[in-house]
């Protein structure tokens, strides 16, 4: 029997414990409030054995999906969960995304989506910073656009963009307009 319901009436990290603790076999599936798939969690007696959110997958997937508050949800446990890509241990996961989503929410502040970025000159410290700078271009760009990139390649979700973006900025490579 599936389980059916929206992240508004029991967030996705509740889900996880239960499904963890219950040592549930399945797959969970995530969507938006549109109903478009956001991605998908899947366990094996409990164990997290594969994530998945758009591009990204691992850890990163599920940091990614922990992020969301509003959406729905199924988990199908007739559903296979296929074959074991990640050994993903879910109580440090769980505790690691919870800080992540803390720092998400200041880092916002600090970058609003709204906001314009504009290259400075310089260069990139990492391969993220180097991703951010390559959707940044030579002019300007919302961060909201530059996250959204990042996310499409699946090589950073939000909390490394924006943290790259930090960064960028206290070096003096970029500034932010808005």
């Known amino acids: 029997m599936s389980l059916t319901g929206t992240l508004s009436e029991l967030a996705l990290c509740d889900l996880v414990e ?6 549930k076999t399945g797959v969970l599936d995530v969507t938006h409030t ?28 599920f940091y990614a999906l922990l992020t969301l508050k509003e959406g729905g949800f199924v988990f199908d446990p007739d559903r ?8 993903l241990p879910t109580g440090s996961l769980l505790m690691e995304a919870m800080r ?10 600090a970058l ?6 504009r290259f400075l000159g ?7 910073e180097a991703t951010v700078l390559g959707h940044l271009g030579p002019g300007q760009r919302a961060v909201g656009d530059i996250v959204d990139g990042a996310l499409v390649d699946g090589c950073a979700d ?11 900025r206290d070096r003096g490579i970029v500034r932010l307009l808005d």
Do not use: H, K, Q
Not at 35 to 53: E, I, K, Q, T
Not at 80 to 87: A, I, L, R, V, W
């Open 18 to 23: 239960i499904t963890t603790l219950g040592a």
């Open 34 to 61: 549109d109903d478009s798939p956001a991605g998908f969690l899947a366990f094996r007696g409990g164990a997290l054995v594969n994530a998945s959110c758009g591009a990204l997958t691992g850890a990163r997937a």
């Open 80 to 87: 296979d969960p296929g074959e074991t890509s990640n050994d």
């Open 100 to 109: 992540r989503v803390d720092e998400i929410g200041r880092l916002r502040d």
């Open 112 to 117: 609003p989506s709204y906001a314009r970025v």
């Open 122 to 128: 310089g260069g990139a410290g990492d391969a993220v």
């Open 158 to 168: 939000e909390y490394d963009v924006l943290r790259a973006l930090g960064r960028l």
